[in-house]
T-cell receptor, first 115, second 112 residues
Framework: GAVVSQHPSRVICKSGTSVKIECRSLDFQATTMFWYRQFPKQSLMLMATSNEGSKATYEQGVEKDKFLINHASLTLSTLTVTSAHPEDSSFYIC???????????FGEGSRLTVL | QQQVKQSPQSLIVQKGGISIINCAYENTAFDYFPWYQQFPGKGPALLIAIRPDVSEKKEGRFTISFNKSAKQFSLHIMDSQPGDSATYFCAASYGGYQKVTFGIGTKLQVIP
């Protein structure tokens, strides 16, 4: 099956710093990628839809200036958490769809801890 | 508004038993119903999926049953094994709209 690689898997940062998480589709091109946030023992919350070459579409309640998304190529989307605070600590997961397909392929997730 | 309702939220099954997880949806436009399996600290992975033109789909020990009129679908895990212990999410989406709506998840524990 298609592989989505997410990096880093774990990151610890100080409050006020910015953190970038990368999501790559390794063996397919993905026009669209999705970023989710998952709190412990909870479901996946869609944060934004990332479209190659255009601005991301954010879900209601998600601060686009805090969670910057860039989809510069058909295989790479990045999520930057700006001026991170402890409440931003969470598990962030990206996913991608093969163009024309329906199946979501997920990355391994990135555990962000803000001290 | 939760568009896909999943139950139970947690389930304990003995090894060799049948695990059953149920989901109900509201949006009749949904036409793709996948199930995802997630192990702790990992991203979800597709387990099995069904479209509403069939009532059942089986892959190995995993079976999806689909009831279009009741707007319900369920996952059955036959001969459950400790390695099946994970969180399972049902989901739904419809063509032309790539967002996937997830259920709340079911944490399955298979005990020896």
């Amino acid at each position: 099956g298609a592989v989505v690689s997410q990096h880093p898997s774990r990151v610890i940062c100080k409050s006020g710093t910015s953190v970038k998480i990368e999501c790559r589709s390794l063996d397919f091109q993905a026009t669209t990628m999705f970023w989710y946030r998952q709190f412990p023992k909870q479901s996946l919350m869609l944060m934004a839809t990332s479209n190659e070459g255009s601005k991301a579409t954010y879900e209601q309640g998600v601060e686009k200036d805090k969670f910057l998304i860039n989809h510069a190529s058909l295989t790479l989307s990045t999520l930057t958490v700006t001026s991170a605070h402890p409440e931003d600590s969470s598990f962030y997961i990206c996913s991608a769809i093969i163009n024309g397909g329906r199946e979501l392929f997920f990355g391994e997730g990135s555990r962000l801890t803000v001290l | 508004q939760q568009q896909v309702k999943q139950s139970p939220q947690s389930l304990i099954v003995q090894k060799g038993g049948i695990s059953i997880i149920n989901c109900a949806y509201e949006n009749t436009a949904f036409d793709y119903f996948p199930w995802y399996q997630q192990f702790p600290g990992k991203g979800p992975a597709l387990l099995i999926a069904i479209r509403p033109d069939v009532s059942e789909k089986k892959e190995g020990r995993f079976t999806i049953s689909f009831n279009k009129s009741a707007k319900q679908f369920s996952l059955h895990i036959m001969d459950s094994q400790p390695g099946d212990s994970a969180t399972y999410f049902c989901a739904a989406s419809y063509g032309g709209y790539q967002k996937v709506t997830f259920g709340i998840g079911t944490k399955l524990q298979v005990i020896p």
